[in-house]
C-alpha cells in the first residue's frame, strides 16, 4: 500500500508528527524500530508507551519494516530518530526511497560520525538533488497531540518542497512557516538542547530566575555566533528554530534536557536521572559536538563549553558557573 508520508521513529515527537498528519487526512505509516512496539501500537490504536491517550485515526498505520516504510512514502519521509541513529537510519532506507519522494527530519543534533549538520549526512547519503527540509521550533509533543496552538519552522531546500509540507502540517491548532535557511534552523534546535541542559542546572543549584534569565539570553548570542559563522542568517536564531526553541526547553519541565540538568544540579546520579526521563536526552550528545565544532571554527561559546566540561570532565557544576562569572568584563554585543 502506498503512503504519502512515512515516519521513521516511534518516539513521543515522531508519533506527535505522524498524528498531526494523519488528522489532517494525510495518509501516514509510522515505523518502530522494536517489532513488538509496532505489533502493540498496530493493534492498540495507539502508542500506549508515550502518548497513551492519543488514538490513532485511520488513515494512520504502524509498521516494524523499515524498508516498506521507505519503500511506500510518495511524498517524503520524516526521519524522528535521535540523532546518534541517523546516519544509520538514512543507509538503511536509502535503497528502498522512491525517487520522487523528499526527506525532512525532526532530530535536532549533529551528525554523531562527522560532527557536521545532519542535511550534509543527507546530501552525502542520497546525492545532491533530493528534496531535504527540517522540521525545528518550540513544540512539545504532547502540547500538539492535545491540539493545543503551536508554531514550527520549515527550514526546506526548495520553495516548493516547503510549500508541500506545509500543507500536510498546517491546520487550525498547528502553524507551519517556512524558510530557506536549513543552517540556522538545524543550529537552533542542537544548541537549544545543551543551553536547556545549563538552565536546568543553574535551577538545580538554586540560583534563581535572574541566573536564568540571564543564561538563555547569553546562550542565545552563542548560539547566533556559531551559526552565523557557519552561514545561518540572524533572523533563523530569533524566531521559532532559535530563540523560541531556546526558551521553551529551558524554562519548562517537559524538556528533558532541562529535567536532566536539574537534576545534575542537584546532584543526582546521573543513571538515575536517566532512567526516571526514560528517553533520549539529546543535549548530553549535542554538548560534546558543538563544543568541538566552536573549535573548529574558533568560536567562542562559554556556557556550552562549561556545560561540556561539566557532562565530560566532571567539573562540578558551581565551579562552571564560577568559572562563567570570573571572566573577563567586556562590552555584550562584542564578538
Known sequence: MRHCISVLGAGSWGTALALLIARNGVPTLLWSHRREHAEAMAAERRNAHYLPHATFPD????????????????????????????????????????????????????????????????????????????????????????????????????????????????????????????????LGGACKNVLAIAAGI?????????????????????????????????????????????????????????????????????EEIHAEIGQEIEGILAARLIHELAGRKGVDMPITAQTYRVLYEGLPPEEAVRNLLLRDPKPEWDR
Not at 546516519?87 to 538503511?92: F, I, N, Q, S, Y
Not at 535572574?210 to 524566531?239: F, K, P, V
Not at 530563540?243 to 543526582?268: C, I, M, P, Y
Request: net charge neutral.
Open 59 to 186: 488513515t494512520l498505520s504502524v509498521t516494524p519494516d523499515l524498508a516498506e516504510a521507505a519503500a511506500t512514502a510518495s511524498g517524503a519521509v520524516l526521519v524522528a530518530v535521535p540523532s546518534h541513529a541517523f546516519r544509520a537510519t538514512l543507509e538503511l532506507c536509502a535503497p528502498h526511497l522512491q525517487p520522487e519522494a523528499g526527506l525532512m527530519w525532526a532530530t535536532k543534533g549533529l551528525d554523531r560520525t562527522r560532527g557536521c549538520l545532519l542535511h550534509e549526512t543527507a546530501r552525502e547519503i542520497l546525492g545532491p538533488d533530493r528534496a531535504l527540509a527540517v522540521l525545528s521550533g518550540p513544540t512539545f509533543a504532547a502540547e500538539v497531540v492535545a491540539e493545543l496552538p503551536s508554531a514550527i519552522t520549515v527550514g526546506a531546500s526548495s520553495e516548493a518542497f516547503g510549500a508541500k509540507i506545509v500543507s500536510w502540517l498546517h491546520n487550525a491548532y498547528f502553524r507551519a512557516y517556512t524558510t530557506d535557511d536549513l543552517i540556522g534552523a538545524q
Open 202 to 270: 543553574s535551577d538545580g543549584l538554586g540560583f534563581g530566575a535572574n541566573a536564568r534569565a540571564a543564561l538563555i539570553t547569553r546562550g542565545l548570542a552563542e548560539m547566533m555566533r556559531l551559526s552565523l559563522a557557519l552561514g545561518a542568517r540572524t533572523e533563523t536564531l530569533m524566531g521559532l528554530a532559535g530563540v523560541g526553541d531556546l526558551v521553551l526547553t529551558a524554562t519548562d519541565n517537559q524538556s528533558r534536557n532541562r529535567r536532566f540538568g536539574l537534576g545534575v544540579g542537584k546532584g543526582r546520579p546521573r
